[in-house]
């Protein structure tokens, strides 16, 4: 009974292990919005961390998360890492590239939960007077990744994030855009 339950117990390990292996290694996650608001507004949203903190969906899932910014306060070489709770980890990101009103990308370095490195790029195409932007992104999972998206749907976790990301970059920058409101004192 014992060779049974341990020969069943061997063929599930090497199954398991034979699914795991041909997942595929690439993924990428993305989502587009549509925003009244010209490119270069957007992009300079994106292309400085310290903006980037007050739309950043990540940030209100831990209101005590400890930022820490290093490098240049915007473009290529600006960095930040992180470190907060269960639901955000611990990890860094930096510019790599930064092309004005066109694309920042940035390569993220995650320590918590899991270890990993992947690419984030946003992207800005002008359609009349507002931009579509896109979140992306994408990476390589090695075996351990390819095991946990078994479980994890990293495109609805992510996805919605991202979703939710644009809306508040939505936010700030047309917020931005409205005219100052001029009160007048009573005499």
């Known amino acids: 009974m014992l060779k049974k339950i341990l020969l069943g117990l061997a063929i599930f390990i090497v199954a398991f292990v034979i699914v795991v292996a041909t997942r595929p290694a690439d993924f990428r996650v993305e989502r587009s919005a549509t925003i009244a608001a010209p490119a270069q507004a957007l992009f300079e949203q994106v292309n400085d961390h310290r903006k980037f903190a007050v739309w950043n969906p ?5 209101p005590n998360v400890k930022n820490t910014y290093s490098g ?7 960095a930040c890492s992180w470190e907060g709770n269960n639901d955000i980890g ?3 990101s930096t510019i790599i590239e930064s092309k004005p009103g066109e694309l920042v990308r940035q390569r ?3 320590l918590k939960p899991m270890e990993g490195t992947n690419t984030v790029d946003f992207t800005f195409k002008p359609e009349g007077d507002k931009t579509v932007v896109t979140w992306a992104m994408y990476g390589k999972n090695g075996f351990m990744g ?3 998206s078994l479980f994890i749907d ?3 976790m992510c996805g919605d994030q991202f979703v939710q990301g644009l809306k ?5 920058v047309t917020a931005a855009q409205q005219p100052a ?3 007048q004192a009573k005499p």
């Open 154 to 156: 990293c495109d609805k």
């Open 72 to 78: 240049p306060d915007s473009g290529v070489g600006a």
């Open 168 to 172: 508040n970059l939505s936010d700030v």
């Open 181 to 183: 409101k001029v009160t």
């Open 90 to 92: 611990a990890g860094s």
């Open 146 to 148: 390819k095991m946990m």
């Open 108 to 110: 993220m370095d995650w």
């Open 58 to 62: 990540w940030l209100k899932l831990d």
